[in-house]
């Protein structure tokens, strides 16, 4: 594996600029939790000075991984390859906890058994009582941890749009790539990502053998089950001919559209250029040409990380909230909601102070409902609201524009 | 090493939970800005005067080094524990306050960040000034022990003009005030004044009350290229001494610093430029306006090859993003560089600069020039890729300008502080006659020698 991280640590100045950006510092103000200080970390791993330890494993897990550090950086260092790295060597030196070794090695690359093994805990999740607003305590599963998290779909977005509508002269035919979370929970964001495509004579399928984009496994360091998902995600998409490849998830189109350019190499480039978040595409493929009704809530936007911080995305989404409903802007909208990943589990104190900071912004802003890109970040905002009995709703944008073109008419022809 | 015994003495009076001794923090807490690194045996991070206080008195029994240290931004290695002991990390001491606008005073703990504390004050428009490149990240209290300038010093001087009182934790625990909070005061000698700027070499600040200045309207920007820097600097005497006009901000870059940010900041170089001048002027709105188109005319006069005057407040932040981002950018070059800030009398800095390019062709090891030119002050940054004879050579290098520096008036260290890096350099300048006053006078503070260690003196 690559050893270009040892060279990328020395490019950092020591300046202390990722202060300012880093989610974490901003909590803790501890050195040992800021990308400056990891990269030390790092440089003291190259220079054997330090070996890897459960401590070390902390402060590595400590990073969210947005990337905010990265687009900021004056000595222009990827930290990226320096965070991987660390990652990697964290899973190489002290090996990964048997239970998620399982699930990236053996369940997340067989679709069957990804399936079985959550519907079983659906089905023991019946003996839970239900509570706030389909928010309950999950099994610790995939999403350890003490959080409210929603009840798992009955029928997953893969199974439910299996055969999608044929459409009569489609102007482009996409593939959507779920993901996980869009797939056993979220499936209502699928639907609504079918259901606006659609009606702007845009045929959408749902290729029946992807995999997870690999991003769990890769966050705790697992590049070889990673790879293998990888792999499978290739053929499956390469296989389809497809005009464009969409997803609702920005940690996904992050993974797949970026990561995999360095997982599967230049060869995937051709796809990668095809990959689009679903508002970016919507922007860029039907701009205007589409008419709403916007609805009355007052809708405001947060803005995921890895869209924001590592695809430069922010205007297409709100041109789309713009069009679809009455749009607020929050304060700190670029800001992290805390969730995703290890992170929560291991930092769950933390995760709470970013969720707090997030949901004051959005009370501040006196939106009625909250949208986002990222079903990662819908769950941690719903979360922080669900906890407070909130009557402020979390969504995806593409379901409040669905809601819009219910309301009015489509301009097809143009 | 730090006995058993003391460290459960140091858990037991400032909580387990503030004190690290994992190889991890210790890592962490081993450098600054400088890239230089020295392990300290232990990392301290208090929350309150009386933690420090116990902190400090317990190392000064046992006569264990303490290097204070604020977000770890400067440039003179001053937050290096070069003899290892305790860091005091001072990043959890970050309240303002209190924001007095009627007095025009503000009243901090030393964890302040620069940036936030003119936010806040801002609010009630009001303003202070002093702003190193690192405003957004260093902290009050780091900006205080080394007397940082920045980009406003033009017009508004440095650091030291903005502190009217300190609360003080001196080696043996004991608590001191010295100034007043009041705009002047001139009782007794000037403590303050003698701690500003001591680079935590005899106490830590706890309080700091800074003086502020009602919030100019606006602020005009305006960028100019040149292809000779003697162009660049007959602007700076048009402005200043032909036509009395006193800029907020008197920015100068040379080619090597302005081709290590071309293509990585939003602004537009343009090819064959070799100097470039970022002037600031404040007040109000008609005045700017005024300033501007008048010292756009002037820029034009000494044959600039372009001018660029900010429409709006984004695109003063494009301008000032590539006059903050040259700095780190250096290392973009190289993997190491030594980050000089040396000041001369204005009329000299024609002669400094000729002689450095001179000298950096001598010893081939490039050099960035760019600084606060208004004031005769210019970072002059060697930048090298680490090896033992490159460290040779960019030693005698600094030892040459810095000689020629000192000769014709100059001034090794003029916002960095001394620190470890310059320390050796420091007999340039003093005499030894002076340099025993100091070290006296530090004595009389700190008899055991455990404030910083290893700084401004060797």
Redesign the interface.
Known sequence: MGEDWKTEV????????C??VCPVFLET????MVSR?RI??AE?LRDQ??VY?N??RD?VYSCKKCMRCRKD????VDYEIIISALLRGVAENMGIPLLPKIIFRYILPRRILFDTMLKVSSKIQRFIPMKKRGQMRHLPLLFMGKRWIPTLAKKTALQKFRNTKKLKNPRMRVGLFTGCLINYIYVDIAEAVVDVLNKMNIEVVVPQGQLCCGTPSSSMGDVKSSRKLAEVNRKVFESQGLDAIVSACATCTKTIKMDYLRTLGPSWKPISDKIYDISEFIYKYCGEEYETKPIEEKVTYHDPCHLLWVRGISDEPRNVLKKSSNFVEMDMAGSCCGGGGIFTIIHYDLTLKMLERKVASIERSGADTVATNCPGCVMQIADGFAGKNSKIKTTHSIQILQRALANGNINREK | MIQARVFEELCDNVGRENVFD????R?????????E?HLPDLVI?PHTKEHVSTTISIANKYNIPICPRG???GLSGGAVPVKGGIVL?L??M?KIIEINAKDLTVTVEP?VVT?DLQDEVARLRLFYPPEPG?A???TIGGNVAECTGGMTGMKYGVTRNYVLALEIVLPDGSIINTGRKTLRSVAGYDLTRFFVGSEGTLGVFTRITLKLLPLPEKIGTITSYFKNIDDALNTTDSILIKSHFLPRSLEFVDKTGIDAVRG?TKEEIPEGVEALLLIDVDGNEKSVVNDISKIEVLCKENKALKTLVAKTDDERKILWDTR??I??????IA?MKFNDDICVPRSKVREVLKRVYELSKTYSIQVAAFGHIGEGHIHLNLIYDEGKAADLSVHKLISQILKEVVSIGGTITSEHGVGDTKSEFIGLELSPHEIEIMKELKKMFDPKGIMNPGKIFV
């Open positions: 020395s490019k950092c100045s020591k300046c202390g600029k202060h300012t103000g501890d050195e040992a200080g030390s970390l003291a000075q330090i330890t401590k070390l402060y950086c004056p000595s222009g | 994992n190889i991890e923090e890592v962490c807490y081993s450098f600054d800005a400088t890239k690194k991070r977000a770890g931004t990390d990043k959890n970050d964890g940036k690192s957004e990240f260093s990585f903050r981002s700095s780190p950018s250096l290392f973009r993997s």
